[in-house]
């Protein structure tokens, strides 16, 4: 009698061996992260489906499934609920076969997404607030018209085309693999690539990814049953699913090896080392399997392995690069982030200046507010993971009361953002902005060209990755200073602009 697992393998294999996905998906490359692979000692390959025609592998369940379809089913079409990917798919995959597709989207749905689909040749139906709200109504469109639905991940035969990604995995690499990392949303993906590789080589692990704001399967395995969570994370939208599948869960917890959790910094840290090598912007869930790899390696101290990530999406808003940018030093602990207190006198924050000298500053917040101590919020570029409480340790060896806040949320979405405000020291205060060339120093060197006499009163300086640094300063300067002040603004070597009669100053800083 063969085993449970042995009967699942053998039934997954065959449906993946006779899947059709390729009259839709391409055979995407896997590709060496060359820098990726020099930096953690190991070689790292990444499955390109990013590179698929609706850039993700979404495609391959969808048309699986709307392939295997009799003729009568077809003549009547498909009906899907999804704001994402899977909704693509089933829109190409109708375009290829002929047949209707109706798309169930919340009404919130970004608009790109919305033609996106409309372009494909999808129908449309915006409906209620929530991704719950549109397949309920998907569901009951389905029984009244007569279509049939097509599951983004909890049917066997969306499951077998997904699959297909090992099969091609283990084509394209004939040499060892060590383990393959996988992302998870509902489980159609893992469930079909585990399948896969469990059956014909079943020495290679296999190891589920999720963020750990949306971590429905690893909670679901860990609990011995599907566990329906109340909330998930939105960054990465692709894998933010509440409930896993009955089929998913059945095939997960069989062969999944280990499940890793990742957070939202690594997962921007991932996608600018997968841009780093290959040019390419992943969407967030497209990246989880390479933050989860560089999470497996740290963990493990391994070298000399051969990991395959599964790169399984691109479909993201130009707008979140913004967000990405700024979260990725964190992500790879390229940026420490400081609220540092020093006393309010002169010359204290010259020495705290001189203190941190060597290290690129990349951010650094300032406004007066107490009489006897400042608080300064300071970014510092650093080189290895751990460093930020090196720093921390330094500050306080020389007097200077830090707080780490290099993994503090609050912080790093809000705070930096709200250092300011109207303050009643900041009399004879004049504000100016000043730019200057974006060199390693520069910050610095503005900082010490500062005359000595005048008091700071303000400070927002942030490294935001163009070519000149945008800095605004509030000095105190009395009237009787005046030439004096126009004669020092006059020798400086930035240009500058006198910001003190703009109304907006007035409104929210004086
Ligand atoms: C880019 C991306 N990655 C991963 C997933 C998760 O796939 P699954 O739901 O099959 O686990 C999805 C699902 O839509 C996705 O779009």
Redesign the pocket.
Known sequence: MPSERQTLLTSYLQRILTAKVYDVARETELDPARSLSARLGNQVLLKREDNQPVF?F?LRGAYNKMAHLTAEQLARGVICASA???AQGVALGSKRLGCRAVIVMPETTPRVKVDAVRALGGEVVLVGESYNDAYDHAMQLAEVEGLTFVH??DDPLVIAG?GTIGMEILRQHQGPIDAVFV????????SGVAAYLKAVRPEIRVIGVQTVDSDAMLQSVRAGHRVRLNDVGLFAD??A?KFVGEETFRVARELVDEFIVVDTDAVCAAMKDVFQDTRAIL?P??ALSVAAVKQYVAREGCTGKTFVAIT??ANMNFDRLRFVAERADVGEEREALFAVTIPEERGSFKRFCELIGPRSVTEFNYRISDERRAHIFVGLSTSRRGESAQIGDLFATQGFAALDLTHDELAKAHLRHLVGGRSDLAVNERLFRFVFPERPGALMRFLSSMHPDWNISLFHYRNQGADYGRILVGIQVPDADGSAFQQFLDTLAYPCVDETDNPVYRLFLR
């Open positions: 993700s979404k994402g990917n899977h983004p991940f997904q992302a998870i949303g509902g489980g159609g993906l893992i692709g894998t699913v969407e869930s497209g399984c999406g």
